[in-house]
């Protein structure tokens, strides 16, 4: 795919690590409106401070809204982490949002 999509939505992006960061940065930079969330805060604040975009405290609260949640975390423990429980991403992300 080259250039800006016709479609913006609205997009989550959990875990900037090695494989995260450039991805959820691709989706910034074809439109999408990207809030992220990192279990190190400090790296999803310095991922808006180069990309824009939103950083949000908890996964619950980066998927509020969302129409995409994207995971990319490590292991297993990781996903049952950031995806369950009253901050996790199943517990923010609406009807209809595809994980």
């Keep these: 795919m ?10 989550a992006f959990i875990g900037l690590g090695v494989m ?4 959820a940065r691709h989706l910034a930079s074809q439109g ?14 310095a991922w808006v401070a180069l990309y824009g975009h939103r950083a949000a405290p908890t996964p619950r609260e980066a ?15 990781d996903v049952r982490a950031v ?11 609406g009807p209809g949002a595809a994980l």
Excluded at 2 to 11: F, N, P
């Design 32 to 45: 999408h409106r990207v809030t992220v969330y990192n279990r190190t805060p400090e790296k999803a604040l």
């Design 20 to 23: 995260g960061t450039p991805m």
């Design 83 to 93: 995806g369950h429980g009253p901050a996790g991403v199943l517990a923010g992300a």
């Design 2 to 11: 080259t250039g800006k999509t016709d479609a913006v939505s609205s997009v």
């Design 63 to 77: 998927a509020d809204g969302a129409a995409f949640v994207f995971l990319c975390v490590g292991h297993d423990n």
